[in-house]
């Protein structure tokens, strides 16, 4: 799924450079994977969004996943997650996390003549 690899990669990269070898060390292996799945999701976006035969349902597979993503990177500012970066485990707010997803993807889809739905928190 584009949005989800991608979203699963942003995860990823905030932990590469954790202060815990071994997660470290795991989070690099998986996170080569992932590069895989999103330059694969990628490139059928493009390919769906280019087909007018397709167009209408990649933008309401976009619709649904991209609002499943931004959902997965949790609440902003939770004291987990300032433990998490006390220690080095993690280096930014789930918010910061879910702004860059969503700033890389942006441009991405537009290009593709797609459009990214409004996102609004479940907790607000």
Not at 11 to 26: K, T
Not at 60 to 82: D, V
Not at 84 to 91: E, N, T
């Amino acid at each position: 799924n584009f949005c989800m690899d991608r979203g699963a990669g942003h995860q990823l990269e905030d932990v590469r450079h954790s202060s815990y070898g071994p997660w470290r060390r795991a989070i690099e292996r998986i996170f080569a994977e992932e590069e895989g799945h999103v330059a694969h999701g990628e490139l059928w976006v493009r390919r769906l969004a280019e087909d007018p035969a397709t167009r209408k349902e990649a933008q309401e597979t976009l619709e649904k996943w991209f609002l499943r993503t931004m959902n997965i990177f949790g609440r902003p500012h939770t004291a987990n997650n300032q433990v998490y970066r006390k220690f080095g485990l993690k280096r930014r707010d789930n918010d910061e996390v879910r702004q860059a997803f969503a700033n890389e993807v942006r441009p991405m889809v537009e290009a593709c003549g797609l459009t990214l739905p409004e996102w609004r928190p479940p907790w607000e």
